[in-house]
């Protein structure tokens, strides 16, 4: 069985976090089956549709969120603008050359569609286009996705098509009060329900929502990434908050019973506290839901392989980046979306933390490390001295944690900072000014580390945490280094049609070559710009300079697609 994961993909668990799951050292980028890409279609420039004209009441309620944003200061704004302004080249690039496909190849004009087809730019970017007051955009993507049809004859990723698709049809539900982004999200979980029908409710990575056919990756040994089944429980319980049908947060809260259910069993097997399983789930879990790190038991870290049939560990592996990253962002952010009323899980996420501490985290073995910059190791029975850049999500994290937390955590926020510290650096180093996808710890370098892999893909984590930072501990010194990675990204990665990750951080030319098809264009575009880039990157950026008004986190979680859903007893 092949895995299916488009080239980029951010599949951690936004972006998967799978959001987003690449490969994290050699060794297991070679021994995975290179990903299966649909075949590149040359696109002549799109005539769009007429459109229907959007209720005012709608559209008033777009302008009122967008001009809550505004700065009075007008350095702040025009920074906003900017920002505003970047998304709007990206945004006519992939409108001219390539709507109602996924995504634009943004150097080459062509399309890709690894997303299910549906328009994976269009759906992602909706919210960002209504925070941003784009009226006349909102209303042909509004257009677009009356008319989506969600019952193909292909395989679907359960996690990708939650966070992608899913996420912002709830989001944007939220914001507008359009019943037809409400209705097309309760179509798409429809579609994707057979997934969760295992033995033991463990979703399947994949599903054919015309076969009803689900399965797991070959290369995980059919086995479930902890990551995807434990990053969709936002939306699926946000669709049955909106919906009244507690059949979908139900499914995704199988998952998180098990785990509950294991760890109280091996931490606090007297607790009386155990959630209530069937007979023969819990039998299943007596006989095989063990795991071993090979420490001793580090309560709250757990394995990135689950086998659905068996609610089995099949690895020790544990990894804070792809393949484990969001499970633990949405430990703390279901709690929040319950109104903090789901206590068992912030218990479970302060767990984690403390588990990260004591066995992944580790000061950065460079010279004159005098912020205490440190790093989130893996783990396979061993460190394995590698860091993705994926993990720059937790800084955000824990500050997130420690504002939202009674009483407050300072060791929370101390991590937080010193994290930051460690992903600032990523950007600082590199020439461009960009971060490299991953590095390995190396104590004889003089930075510390040295790359492992140096692409950079567009990706959001470290732009979300600055975001989180600033708006926590309001410390100028982060929106400062958001607007030096925006201004980055402007440098080496905008395109005559979009923008383009890059190959190699440590590469500054953006001299262009001649190529065979007459085009001149840099070496280093990788040309792809996923959709994540427009629902994540640049939405992080915006908020980073609009007024906290236009969307306060007391008042929303964002998912780890970005997309604000309301906290419960706030809306």
């Not at 049939?309 to 393949?323: D, P």
Request: negative net charge; hydrophobic residues 35%; proline residues 6%.
């Amino acid at each position: 069985q092949k895995q299916e994961q488009p080239e980029h993909s951010e599949t951690q668990a936004h972006g998967i976090q799978p959001h987003k799951t690449e490969p994290h050292d050699t060794e297991q980028d070679t021994a995975k089956p290179k990903p299966k890409q649909e075949p590149a279609k040359p696109v002549e420039p799109v005539k769009l549709p007429d459109v229907a004209p959007v209720p005012p009441e709608i559209l008033q309620r777009m302008n009122e969120r967008y001009q809550k944003g505004k700065q009075t200061n007008p350095a702040l704004e025009e920074k906003r603008q900017a920002v505003r302004d970047a998304f709007l080249h990206a945004w006519n690039g992939y409108k001219a050359k390539a709507w109602s496909h996924d995504e634009v190849r943004p150097v080459t004009d062509i399309t890709n569609d690894s997303w299910g087809g549906f328009g994976a730019t269009i759906v992602d970017a909706m919210d960002t286009l209504w925070l941003m007051g784009f009226q006349d955009e909102w209303a042909l993507v509004r257009d677009h996705i009356s008319k989506l049809n969600f019952a193909v004859d292909k395989d679907l990723s359960v996690f990708e098509t939650t966070i992608r698709y899913l996420g912002s049809l709830l989001s944007t539900y939220g914001l507008s009060g359009d019943d037809t982004f409400k209705t097309k999200a309760t179509e798409l979980a429809d579609l994707l329900l057979p997934a969760f029908d295992t033995m033991t409710g463990i979703p399947m990575h994949k599903v054919n929502p015309t076969t009803e056919i689900a399965e797991n990756l070959g290369w995980t040994n059919f086995a479930s990434l902890l990551a995807e089944a434990g990053s969709v429980q936002l939306e699926w319980k946000q669709l049955s908050k909106i919906t009244g049908n507690k059949l979908y947060a139900d499914k995704v809260q199988a998952f998180m019973d098990i785990l509950v259910y294991m760890d109280l069993k091996k931490f606090e097997p007297e607790s009386s506290d155990l959630p209530t399983l069937s007979p023969t789930v819990e039998k299943r879990i007596q006989e095989w839901g063990h795991w071993d790190n090979s420490e001793g038991a580090v309560r709250g870290l757990w394995p990135v392989l689950i086998d659905p049939i068996t609610a089995a560990f099949t690895t020790n592996e544990i990894q804070i980046g792809g393949l484990g990253d969001s499970f633990y962002e949405y430990l703390l952010k279901q709690w929040l979306q319950s109104g903090k009323k789901e206590t068992r899980l912030r218990k479970m996420y302060d767990q984690s933390m403390e588990g990260i501490g004591k066995l992944l985290l580790r000061k950065l073995p460079r010279q004159g490390n005098k912020h205490g910059a440190k790093y989130i190791d893996g783990w396979k029975g061993h460190h394995t001295q590698v860091m993705e850049e994926l993990v720059c999500f937790m800084p955000g994290l824990l500050a997130l944690g420690y504002e939202t937390a009674e009483p407050k955590n300072e060791e929370q926020l101390e991590m937080a900072q010193s994290l930051m510290e460690m992903c600032w650096m990523l950007y600082d180093d590199a020439p461009t000014g960009l971060a490299p996808e991953s590095i390995r710890i190396d104590p004889t370098s003089s930075l510390g580390y040295h790359v492992e892999s140096s692409k950079y893909i567009l990706r959001p984590e470290t732009i979300e945490s600055l975001f989180v930072m600033f708006r926590i501990t309001k410390e100028e010194k982060y929106r400062d280094r958001a607007w030096a990675i925006f201004q980055s990204i402007m440098k080496y990665c905008k395109t005559p049609t979009a923008f383009s990750g890059v190959n190699d951080v440590r590469v500054k030319t953006t001299d262009a070559t001649m190529h065979a098809d007459g085009k001149a264009r840099p070496e280093n575009w990788n040309d792809s710009m996923q959709s994540f880039f427009f629902a994540e990157t640049l939405k992080y950026l915006y908020l980073m300079f609009s007024d906290d008004a236009i969307l306060p986190l007391d008042q929303f979680v964002l998912t780890t697609e970005a997309h604000p859903l309301p906290i419960w007893d706030k809306q």
